[in-house]
């Protein structure tokens, strides 16, 4: 989800569901340690529950970035385990450290004596194309016993390391979801969250009656009404945020409005992620031709709001506005 999930997109989520827990962009180590700390790390206070996914494999570096996420009122740190990009595994970290679980261990190990917050792992079922579930099995005990980690977050498919592109590596390796019921299973006392492949809600309550959670990114971030109903459905809430779209951009487009943009920079950042939010409503292409027109990037995005409502109204509408 890099370059996807960031502050603002977070914040828009937010409004759509306050329970779920919300995770950043993969954050490596090394932009921690050489880089901008602010930029990487700050974040709304609206965004809680939120969680820190750090890119690293050195255990002094990743408890060090651990107490940084904890002074900035992060309430997790995941471990990235899964990302099998190459310049991810030029670094030696990301998908390739399942290769290695006493390493992983002990870089859990070293983030928890660092910090008070949950430590956590991400990773997936298998490297390349090996298919045996032992492999995934003793991974996640030895992370378990020797760093002490308690929560896995488990992406139903293996990681190709050579000749498929991240993309591919999220389509073409084979879903196992077996693997991840036989780990909670084998580990009952572990939490173990699923992620891949799921696009509904129907889909999120069968896995749940097999693991502890389900994690979901590229459906959410593409159809981020789809999360709406969450927090009655599965987390305990007695209504939802937000009852309407209209009442979720609305409140978006005020905190985008409110944002200290620096200049030369838009509110363009910001409202890309929104460009889902209408999906299947009678109008939905043309409301995102308004909201991603570069014309119109200097204007005030209420007035925005505006002409893209209208735009949802029919052709005419929308000619004008974009016009105007």
Not at 139 to 164: I, S
Not at 239 to 259: G, I, K, L, M, N
Request: aromatic share 8%; with cysteine; hydrophobic share 45%.
């Amino acid at each position: 989800m890099m370059d996807w999930t960031d502050r603002h997109c977070r914040v828009l989520h937010r409004l759509v569901t306050r329970r779920t827990r919300l995770y950043t962009e993969m954050v490596t180590t090394g932009a921690l340690l050489h880089g901008d700390v602010a930029r990487h790390l700050d974040f709304s206070a609206e965004e809680h529950p939120l969680a820190l996914q750090l890119g690293g494999s050195d255990r002094a570096e990743l408890a060090h970035c651990a107490r940084l996420a904890e002074r900035w009122g992060y309430d997790e740190i995941n471990l990235n385990c899964g990302c099998p990009s190459e310049r991810v595994q030029r670094g030696s970290f990301g998908a390739c450290l399942m290769a290695e679980p006493a390493l992983v261990a002990d870089c859990v190990a070293a983030m928890r004596d660092a910090v008070a917050v949950p430590v956590t792992v991400k990773h997936r079922i298998g490297m390349d194309r090996g298919e045996s579930y032992g492999f995934v099995r003793d991974f996640v005990g030895t992370v378990a016993q020797r760093g002490g980690c308690e929560v896995f977050v488990v992406h139903a498919r293996n990681a190709w390391l050579k000749g498929l592109s991240p993309k591919q590596n999220r389509e073409v390796p084979p879903l196992r979801y077996d693997f991840v019921y036989r780990l909670k299973a084998d580990f009952p006392q572990l939490t173990i969250v699923l992620n891949g492949g799921v696009t509904s809600d129907e889909q999120i309550a069968a896995h749940l009656a097999h693991v502890d959670g389900v994690m979901l990114g590229r459906h959410a971030y593409h159809e981020p009404w789809a999360m709406a109903a969450w927090d009655q459905r599965f987390l305990g809430a007695d209504e939802p945020v937000a009852h309407t779209s209209d009442e979720v951009e609305a409140h978006f487009v005020d905190y985008v409005a409110r944002q200290p943009w620096p200049a030369g920079a838009s509110w363009l950042a910001a409202t890309r992620h929104m460009m889902g939010l209408r999906n299947g409503q009678p109008g939905a292409r043309r409301w995102r031709q308004v909201w991603s027109d570069a014309r119109l990037r200097h204007e005030n995005p209420v007035r925005v709001m505006a002409l893209a409502r209208a735009a949802l109204q029919g052709p005419a509408l929308q000619n004008e506005a974009v016009a105007a």
